[in-house]
């Protein structure tokens, strides 16, 4: 049973850089599988930020793309986040997910439990 | 992009009832087409892939049918642990972002 767990701050202050860290338990960050990071702010629906694969290539969503940056550490099985500049808007509960790709098509069948980043001085 | 709109944007519903959700891209998309249930404070769960395709462990009263732009969620007959938030997702490119739909939240009647 793979788990993934992210782990980061919980409060960021604006202007700043979110970094989170999602581990990889019960399975290999090396199976081919996509590692995408997902976000949801309070009351709102999902926003996908980004994805990478164990090779370290990467996916971005066009409109956090100047922002954003996800790497791989495949050492320690887990993969991160970072989003820099981040204002009031980037609140929200962050969650870590396997993309599971069948016939050219992305599915998340894995998700973190979520952890909620604040941004705020 | 592609955007996805979802319709209802929310429905209250009976136990027992049978419940349609409707997912539409602003271009065509293939099959390309996944669905969620969200229960508050949990993170998403995969019910169905690929438009049709039910994720292992999921109950058979959820199904899912579509291809090119309009998709379509039904659960049979409603059960007490349905109520909960449902989201499309496609996936066709990566190049333009996977994206998910706005939620349909099923609450009860």
């Known amino acids: 049973q793979v788990q993934l767990q992210e782990s980061g701050p919980g409060l960021v202050k604006p202007s700043g850089t979110l970094s989170l860290t999602c581990a990889v338990s019960?399975?290999?960050?090396?199976?081919?599988?996509?590692w995408s990071w997902v976000r949801q702010p309070p009351g709102k629906g999902l926003e996908w930020i980004g994805e990478?694969?164990?090779?370290?290539?990467?996916n971005y969503n066009p409109s956090l793309k100047s922002r954003v940056t996800i790497s791989v550490d495949k050492s320690k099985n887990q993969f991160s986040l970072k989003l820099s500049s981040v204002t009031a808007a980037d609140t929200a509960v962050y969650y870590c997910?396997?993309?599971?790709?069948?016939?050219?098509?992305?599915?998340?069948?894995?998700w973190g439990q979520g952890t909620l980043v604040t941004v705020s001085s | 992009d592609i955007q996805m709109t979802q319709s209802p944007s929310s429905l209250s519903a009976s136990v027992g009832d049978r419940v349609t959700i409707t997912c539409r891209a602003s271009?065509?998309?293939?099959?390309?087409l996944n669905w969620y249930q969200q229960k508050p404070g949990k993170a998403p769960k995969l019910l169905i892939y690929?438009?049709?395709s039910l994720q292992s462990g999921v109950p058979s009263r959820f199904s899912g049918s579509g291809s090119g732009t309009d998709f379509t969620l039904t659960i049979s007959s409603l059960q007490p642990e349905d109520f909960a938030t449902y989201y499309c997702?496609?996936?066709?490119?990566?190049?333009?972002?996977?994206?998910f739909g706005p939620g349909t939240k099923v609450d009860i009647k």
């Open positions: 997910a396997r993309g599971l790709v069948v016939v050219a098509a992305t599915h998340f069948d894995y």
């Open positions: 019960g399975g290999s960050i090396s199976s081919s599988n996509w």
């Open positions: 990478i694969y164990h090779s370290g290539s990467t």
């Open positions: 271009q065509s998309i293939s099959s390309y």
């Open positions: 690929a438009a049709s």
């Open positions: 997702q496609q996936s066709y490119s990566t190049l333009g972002g996977i994206t």
